[in-house]
């Protein structure tokens, strides 16, 4: 969604903030999975396992993806967590009539909650030896990539409309 021109300027304010919050969300989820996939094509051959990690310098590819996983998981379980707790009960006192898109947006929550804890689990346990490991880690963030874009365009597309109409943040209450 491009940021808007009309609206309150309390509005505007959050929908900005919102896009901003959730813009490295959706890059971050597409870079995790183009790691895994490079790791994941890599494992296929030892070779190729040994040229990639040869050239880090700093940490290997593995750690970095594994520490990538950690670190996405918990921002975007905080993310959502002040969502449910602050944000949406907000909206859902202003604009009654989004108690049901609020109830889907707080359910689309605790699925990613869900597979990110599968996520974190199976992260730590990524091996470039262990082709399965990171077969299996791979999968898993390209449903979480797949089902989190569909979410945040939900989310946005529903919600936006709503903030431009209301005269303070919902930090504010």
Request: proline share 4%; hydrophobic share 40%.
């Amino acid at each position: 969604m491009t940021r808007p021109r009309t609206g309150t300027p309390a509005g505007r304010q959050m929908v900005r903030e919102l896009l901003t919050a959730h813009a490295p969300l959706r890059s971050d989820v597409v870079a995790l999975r183009d790691g895994l996939e490079m790791l994941d094509a890599a494992t296929t051959r030892t070779q190729d396992v040994e040229e990639l990690l040869g050239g880090l310098t700093v940490a290997d590819l593995t750690w970095q993806l594994k520490a990538g996983c950690q670190h996405f998981c918990a921002h975007l379980d905080v993310h959502h967590a002040i969502e449910d707790a602050r944000m949406l009960p907000v909206i859902r006192r202003q604009f009654p009539q989004l108690t049901d898109q609020i109830g889907q947006l707080r359910r689309e929550h605790e699925e990613v909650r869900q597979m990110i804890t599968r996520i974190r689990a199976d992260a730590r346990r990524l091996n470039p030896k262990d082709e399965r490991s990171v077969h299996v880690v791979l999968e898993q963030i390209v449903a979480l990539a797949d089902h989190l874009q569909a979410h945040l365009d939900f989310e946005e597309q529903t919600l936006f409309p709503y903030f431009l109409r209301m005269d303070r943040d919902w930090h504010t209450g």
